[in-house]
């Protein structure tokens, strides 16, 4: 029997599937997995992705670097907000860092209480992701991070381009799949076009990281799949 993917097009929806022995890729393209996704394939060892401010401060407290970012903007008192070219850096070799992000943060640990295995995707890593999902034996779940519960254009995207990947092994259930995929195949050749009215573009222009966002929408620039090991994220 073909296995199936899935796209769950926001956090909120998550109660709507059936997780039941799947993997689910999470998905923040701007920018929470694109930034977990470039700290490991720059060395980082391990990120532990939290949901509340709080638990990554204590995590500060016992030896953990940390990030921390809300409505975009780095924290005042975290070593690092969400931009992934901090995470260019040799001096984190090795280093663990724990995170806590608006949306992205959020979806991983509620794919993490109902899937079989969560893994991390972003353009990025985008035909890692679909060469590792296509060889272990589950179905997908999409978990698309979205804003504070609203469907959004980026991540529906990505979740598009690995229906896109995997579309001819695996079979397609639910409209959202196809809806993914219609909206990554008509923006695909101009995503930065496609997506320059999209709300968070909108929001991070106002910051001035246009060339985060930029590097966030480039496909295949890492060679790495970022997979959930109890709590920390960790090379696959
Ligand atoms: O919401 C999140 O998890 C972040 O990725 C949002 S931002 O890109 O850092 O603004």
Redesign the pocket.
Known sequence: MKKTIDVCLSPDLVHLYDFDGKVAVVV?V???TSCMTTALAHGVEGIVPVETLEECEQLGKEGYLTAA?RN?EKLEGFNFG?SPFSYMDETLKRKSIAVT?????RAIHLAKVRADEVVIGSFLNLKAVSNYVQNIDKDVIVVC?G?KGRVNLEDSMFAGALVAELQSTYSLELDASKIALSLYEAGKHDKLAFLSDCN?IK??QKLNIQKDIEFCLEENVYNVVPILEGNRLILG
């Open positions: 923040d701007l920018r929470a970012e975009g969400n992000t608006t949306n992205g943060t991070a804003w968070h929001r991070l």
